[in-house]
């Protein structure tokens, strides 16, 4: 955790934004704040972001519903923030993929104890998972981005390898063209989703013998299959 760490805030209330900012600048962590579900999103996606402290109770767009799409494309740990009293169900929670929660009125130590703590787990898991992805003859190696078919390497574009990376980091999840083009080019640029049809083809030519590996679930969009 040497560089500092970017917490996401999506929360409402004034007053709890103030509370955790001053707790988290004691901590050097850079804040980053949504006020309500639909900036929280669009901060999530153009912002990267180490941790997402997330409330419920959000207008626009509810925690439940954000936690829900952030994790259709991140293993970002979020901690959930709910009111005393508020309906909360925290095997919900969980079951949508948050890592913690809170309930309110907390202290900024106890928040900043569990995104310590959480940020230490994720950060476990990441060195962990700087090694290669092997699948079947397919390796991809992470770190200087090559990628190797029958141990022969084929050169593939940024764009094409960063589809083939988030594929197989992902595999046997179906992802909509829509949801790959915001996580391989970005929201920013925003581009036809057929473009994703193109990369994904010249992808498959590439990749030769191992192009079933990418499957098209027609009507929905593109998987990555793990041999058997
Ligand atoms: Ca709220």
Aim: proline content about 3%.
């Amino acid at each position: 955790m040497e560089n500092s760490v970017r917490v996401l805030l999506i929360e409402d209330e004034e007053k709890m934004r103030e509370l955790i900012k001053i707790a988290f600048r004691k901590e050097n962590f850079i804040l980053i704040e949504a006020v309500d579900g639909r900036q929280g999103l669009n901060l999530f996606k153009t912002n990267e972001a180490d941790i997402v402290i997330l409330d419920i109770m959000l207008p626009e767009i509810d925690g439940w519903t954000v936690c829900r799409e952030i994790r259709r494309t991140s293993n970002i740990p979020i901690i959930l923030l709910t009111a005393r009293g508020e309906e909360f169900d925290k095997l919900f929670g969980f079951e949508l993929g948050a890592d913690d929660y809170l309930v309110k009125p907390f202290s900024p130590k106890e928040l900043t104890a569990r995104v310590k703590a959480l940020l230490r787990r994720s950060e476990v898991k990441s060195s962990e998972a700087v090694t290669n992805l092997e699948f079947g003859d397919i390796v991809i190696d992470k770190l200087s981005r090559e990628v190797t078919v029958n141990k022969q390497r084929i050169n593939l574009t940024n764009k094409e390898y960063e589809l083939l990376h988030f594929l197989a980091s992902n595999p046997k999840i179906v992802f909509t063209r829509e949801q790959l083009i915001l996580k391989v080019w970005g929201y920013e640029q925003y581009s036809d989703p057929r473009t994703v049809d193109t990369h994904i083809k010249k992808l498959r030519d590439k990749l030769g013998d191992c192009s079933s590996y990418i499957s098209t679930i027609w009507g929905v969009g593109y998987k990555f299959e793990v041999p058997k």
